[in-house]
């Protein structure tokens, strides 16, 4: 266009060659008083008859180690573990670096940077990440990454990227360790002065369809986890501390990306309930939904919002629906820093909107609950509170019990409920927090003292009640302790009101399931126990709801629907007596009499006081319920005594 004028100009032919080159050009036309200026811009992609276009790039490729193997033991667990891994760090770090993902790989990926500098710093923090992650299973089988970094010039297509430079990403990810990193010499020299990472040199190297030997430098697992914390690369300078609430935040409204214009009103409602559903959050300050809707479709800075505010914290997030299809990205963030906490993605193919919002929600107000106090946790852990009051001593309480279980974990959140509790002998939290403990220890047999444990986990919960009688935890607890005196109707009661007072309690669906199991209503189970799952896929303890979804279909006779449970329930965690038992049983049901007995005996040796029916009829009183044994008796004991449990 001619500066000044509307009118178009005609290009010569000198200028189109220019223009498909994607270079600058300025032209005087006839009229020297003219200037004729063409400008293309690479960030604008390729002209519409470039089919690709090439450039320079940092090429990061990974890939699961080991991940037939993986599958081959638990697929869906392993499936599901992998989403979970990508969702919440991976994607967020390559996000974080500038970097941008061109494809999964069904076992990994490749992700393209501008900066190679960044694409290392990406390739570290994603493995030091997966060091911590997982650790609840047994090393054989955590997911662990192998990832490879090269430069190199690559062919660029919408899509996808190809060429040298990428095939050599390729092979560098396969010849790194399980949680390791392999560079190649151009990518090493470029970042040895820049970056603190202890390459070692592997040598030349010879790779398929590579013309030249290579030289390879690789860092393993230690050299990793020698690595001082890298400083988070969205604040400047050290945040300065607020004086906001601890477990402050704002629901900022959700984006709608669908293409509907109208379906609005579904994103909104996603803000709406996960507001109301985080206010239930115990010592939450949520910003209420009139303030936060007055940011809608505003850019926003999140460290001067939360200024604004008065909060710690931000939540993001995006709804895109496609007729049935609904996917839900939501991320937290720190306002002090601007950083990222955690980010996931939820997906669902339902057709009820409104079952699909209640799950929805249900599932991040979980979730973010445990990111919150555990991030809030480690706060307070790192600055160390001189004087610190009850409410620090809970959250460290919680944080720690909301940890893989293990005899450690439960240690360190009793100590931090009993100083919380010695600080303010009104706390609500503590007394709760501490039952909880005392109930875990008798319903999984590790108390040493039941009637005393049993007599202070009732007193502490009738306590707590008498002072919040609408407190969900509590009436979760105290249906636990209901269920181990068998006494099953007032134990449904108090799972029913705990669901009642908090709709997003998993692990109240759950006891739920179980509670109805041992009255002999297996059916009526089934659905409540699905439903703890649903709303927390990813719980440390979801060997459970597997374990009472598995036994419920066993009651039923259904073994082809019970042994996938059980194999999940067993597989989360082998180092329970019952994850094997069960899984024994009705293998033996099914005829696999060789595994059934293998994981029989894997269970005596965890407990060989339960070494016969009669013993485990005498741990469980439940057992004494007619409509329970009726069912058992023709399915989970004949089951057991195929694979040679003795009666007595």
């Known amino acids: 266009m001619i500066r000044g004028s509307s009118q178009p100009l005609g290009v010569p032919p000198e200028v189109a060659r220019t223009a498909g080159g994607r270079g600058r050009l300025v032209a005087q036309c006839r009229d020297p008083r003219v200037v004729l200026e063409l400008r293309i811009s690479s960030t604008r992609g390729p002209a519409p008859a ?204 959700f984006a709608n990306l669908s293409n509907d214009p109208e379906q609005e009103y579904f994103a909104d409602g996603i803000t709406d309930d996960l507001t109301t559903d985080l206010s239930r959050t115990s010592g939450s300050f949520v910003i209420a939904r009139h303030t936060a809707f007055t940011y809608k479709d505003r850019p926003v800075d999140v460290r001067q919002l939360g200024q604004e505010l008065g909060v710690r914290y931000v939540i993001e997030g995006s709804v895109r629906r496609t007729g049935d299809q609904i996917r839900v990205n939501v991320q937290l963030i720190d306002a002090e820093s601007g950083s990222h906490i955690w980010a996931d993605r939820f997906d669902s193919d339902r057709s009820n909107l409104a079952e699909v919002e209640n799950e929805i929600t249900g599932r991040l107000a979980r979730t973010l609950n445990f990111a919150l106090v555990d991030h809030e946790s480690r706060r307070i852990e790192r600055e160390k509170t001189v004087d610190p009051d009850t409410r620090d001593f809970v959250m460290r309480g919680w944080a720690w019990f909301y940890r893989p279980l293990s005899s450690e974990n439960r240690r360190e959140a009793w100590q931090a409920f009993e100083q919380a509790l010695a600080i303010d002998p009104q706390s609500v939290e503590a007394r709760i927090g501490l039952a909880m403990i005392l109930v875990t220890n008798l319903a999984l047999h590790w108390s040493t003292s039941l009637e005393q ?24 607890a105290m249906g636990i302790i209901r269920r181990l005196h068998n006494r099953l109707a007032e134990a449904q009661a108090e799972m029913e009101t705990a669901i009642a007072l908090d709709p997003n309690n ?90 059934a007995r293998a994981y029989l005996a894997e269970a005596i040796k965890i407990r060989p006081d339960f070494n016969s029916l009669g013993q485990l009829r005498l741990a469980n009183p439940w057992t004494r319920n007619s409509q329970y044994m009726a069912l058992a008796e023709n399915t989970f004991e004949v089951g057991l005594r195929r694979a040679g449990f003795p009666d007595e």
């Not at 444990?453 to 009436?475: C, G, I, K, P, Y």
């Not at 419920?552 to 194999?567: F, K, M, S, T, Y």
């Not at 180092?575 to 009499?593: P, Q």
């Open 50 to 253: 470039m089919a690709s276009t090439r450039r320079l790039a940092a090429i990061l490729a990974a890939d699961v180690a080991g991940y037939s193997r993986l599958m081959g033991l638990d697929e869906e667990g392993t499936h599901e573990r992998l989403k979970a891994h990508l969702a919440q760090l991976v994607d967020p770090k390559i996000a974080e670096h500038r970097g941008r993902i061109v494809k999964n790989t069904g076992d990994g990926m490749l992700a393209e940077f501008a900066s190679v500098v960044d694409a290392v710093r990406c390739a570290t923090e994603v493995q030091r990440g997966m060091a911590e992650r997982d650790l609840q299973l047994p090393v054989e089988q955590r997911i662990r990454f192998r990832i490879g970094v090269n430069l190199g010039d690559v062919i660029v297509e919408e899509h996808d990227i190809f060429g040298d430079g990428v095939n050599l990403a390729a092979r560098l990810e396969a010849l790194a360790e399980p949680g390791g990193i392999c560079i190649s010499r151009m990518v090493r020299d470029q970042v040895r002065d820049k970056l603190p990472n202890p390459f070692e040199d592997m040598g030349e190297q010879s790779f398929k369809n590579i013309a030249r030997p290579v030289r390879v430098y690789g860092m393993g697992t230690t050299a990793v986890a020698s690595l001082p914390p890298a400083p988070s690369p969205t604040a400047a300078s050290k945040p300065v501390p607020s004086n906001a609430p601890p477990l402050s935040i704002v629901v900022l409204p």
């Open 506 to 595: 998993a692990n109240a669906f759950r006891q739920l399931g179980l509670t109805l199991m041992w009255l002999g209503q297996p059916r009526a189970a089934i659905p409540n126990v699905e439903k703890g799952i649903r709303l927390s896929p990813h719980d440390a303890e979801i060997h459970f709801a597997y374990t009472v979804l598995g036994l419920c279909h066993l009651l039923l006779g259904d073994v082809e629907h019970a042994i996938g449970p059980l194999r999940k329930a067993r597989f989360v965690n082998p180092r329970l007596y019952y994850t094997h038992m069960n899984l024994a049983a009705a293998l033996g049901l099914s005829g696999e009499l060789d595994e």
């Open 453 to 476: 444990d049993r007599a202070r986990a009732e007193q502490l919960l009738l306590e707590a009640l008498a002072r919040d009688a609408n407190h969900s935890m509590a009436h979760y």
